[in-house]
């Protein structure tokens, strides 16, 4: 996979945006498609599902008219989609945008999905789907529990409230008897670098902004979720499956949404429980890029308009620097 992956992305230019949620990444990506005649690649986890519109701000109808869009609504609601399936699609879009003379722009919040394009999955143990079952079955304590006991590292620095990733550190463990930690550095996990990959990390480019910025724009984004019907679509989305998909239920906005529908806490409540979750999770991406991708920071203003970001960028994607 390694190989594959390194001849693609070495075969042509190729453009990386990423960022925190409600950044502005997918405008932006949008511009610069529009000027340097190129194509988007969603680097988003959860904008592959279809049916999932609004909770995952994803391109509209309009937008992606206006400029192709690759892997979004790639699968059903119930259907699994992980970092390795990622890759292929991926390899695939970049390959077919560069045969049609264009440029590739791979754009989204998924940091997990950018390492994995650029520096591959090496060895990385596959999915145990009897196990999986069990360990999806078992109550998040407990697991947490005996990953704190097999792995303290991993323990310490995984987000405990996200049961997917859990459950995989503890099936790692489990079918290879040794501490997941150990093993994610040997496959392209902690300290590890995208220099090696060609022209990449000069292409690699992230958007921030300040603290009382970002947290604006991410209330006023969820406010416009609620607003545009995202609990409608979370009860259609139930009805399609979503409660079946571990991994698509970790959605921020649809699992809180369910928890209301459900009946344990009021729909104001849950609205400034999105925002809440939706700045936590603002916060461990910028972490995670910071600490794991080599990435030029494009600082943005509040007063800086797409244009006027696209344009920073483009200037230094062209110039090489």
């Given at each position: 996979?390694?190989?594959?992956?390194?001849?693609?992305?070495a075969?042509?230019?190729?453009?990386?945006?990423?960022?925190?949620?409600?950044?502005?990444?997918?405008?932006?990506?949008?511009?610069?498609?529009e000027?340097?005649?190129?194509?988007?690649?969603?680097?988003?986890?959860?904008?592959?599902?279809?049916?999932?519109?609004?909770?995952?701000?994803?391109?509209?109808?309009e937008?992606?008219?206006?400029?192709?869009?690759?892997?979004?609504?790639?699968?059903?609601?119930?259907e699994?989609?992980?970092?390795?399936?990622?890759?292929?699609?991926?390899?695939?879009?970049?390959?077919?945008?560069?045969?049609g003379?264009?440029?590739?722009?791979?754009?989204?919040?998924?940091?997990?999905?950018?390492?994995?394009l650029?520096?591959?999955?090496?060895?990385?143990?596959p999915a145990d789907?009897?196990?999986?079952?069990e360990?999806?079955?078992?109550?998040?304590?407990?697991?947490l529990?005996?990953?704190?006991?097999?792995?303290?590292?991993?323990?310490?620095?995984i987000?405990?409230?996200?049961?997917?990733?859990?459950?995989?550190?503890?099936?790692?463990?489990?079918?290879?008897g040794?501490p997941?930690?150990?093993?994610?550095?040997?496959?392209?996990?902690?300290?590890?670098?995208?220099?090696?990959?060609?022209?990449?990390?000069?292409?690699?480019?992230?958007?921030?902004?300040?603290?009382t910025?970002?947290?604006?724009r991410?209330?006023?984004?969820v406010?416009q979720?609620?607003s545009?019907?995202?609990?409608?679509?979370?009860?259609?989305?139930?009805?399609?499956?979503?409660?079946?998909?571990?991994?698509?239920?970790q959605?921020?906005?649809y699992?809180?949404?369910?928890?209301?529908?459900?009946?344990?806490?009021?729909?104001?409540?849950?609205?400034?429980?999105?925002?809440?979750?939706?700045?936590?999770?603002?916060?461990?991406q910028?972490?995670?890029?910071?600490?794991?991708?080599a990435?030029?920071?494009?600082?943005?203003?509040?007063?800086?308009g797409?244009?006027q970001?696209?344009a920073?960028?483009?200037?230094?994607f062209?110039?090489?620097?």
């Amino acid at each position: 996979m390694a190989e594959n992956r390194e001849i693609q992305l070495a075969a042509g230019p190729l453009l990386l945006l990423a960022g925190a949620t409600a950044t502005g990444k997918s405008a932006v990506a949008l511009r610069l498609a529009e000027e340097l005649n190129g194509e988007i690649v969603s680097a988003d986890s959860m904008q592959v599902y279809r049916g999932l519109d609004i909770g995952t701000a994803k391109p509209s109808r309009e937008e992606q008219r206006r400029v192709p869009h690759h892997l979004i609504d790639v699968v059903d609601v119930r259907e699994r989609f992980d970092a390795a399936q990622f890759v292929r699609f991926a390899n695939r879009a970049v390959a077919e945008i560069r045969g049609g003379g264009r440029l590739p722009i791979l754009c989204g919040g998924t940091g997990l999905y950018f390492k994995a394009l650029l520096e591959g999955l090496g060895n990385a143990p596959p999915a145990d789907q009897v196990l999986r079952a069990e360990l999806e079955s078992a109550p998040l304590p407990e697991l947490l529990a005996e990953l704190e006991r097999r792995d303290p590292r991993t323990f310490d620095n995984i987000d405990r409230k996200n049961p997917r990733r859990v459950i995989r550190a503890v099936e790692v463990i489990r079918v290879t008897g040794r501490p997941f930690s150990e093993q994610k550095a040997a496959w392209g996990g902690e300290g590890s670098s995208s220099s090696d990959t060609p022209g990449v990390q000069k292409n690699f480019f992230g958007l921030v902004r300040k603290s009382t910025d970002l947290h604006a724009r991410i209330n006023d984004r969820v406010d416009q979720m609620f607003s545009k019907g995202l609990v409608t679509e979370t009860e259609q989305m139930l009805r399609e499956g979503l409660a079946e998909n571990p991994t698509a239920m970790q959605a921020i906005g649809y699992r809180q949404v369910v928890e209301y529908l459900r009946g344990e806490r009021p729909l104001l409540d849950t609205i400034e429980l999105v925002k809440l979750r939706t700045r936590q999770f603002a916060k461990r991406q910028m972490t995670w890029f910071r600490r794991q991708a080599a990435v030029t920071w494009i600082e943005c203003a509040e007063r800086d308009g797409e244009d006027q970001i696209a344009a920073r960028i483009r200037e230094r994607f062209e110039s090489g620097s």
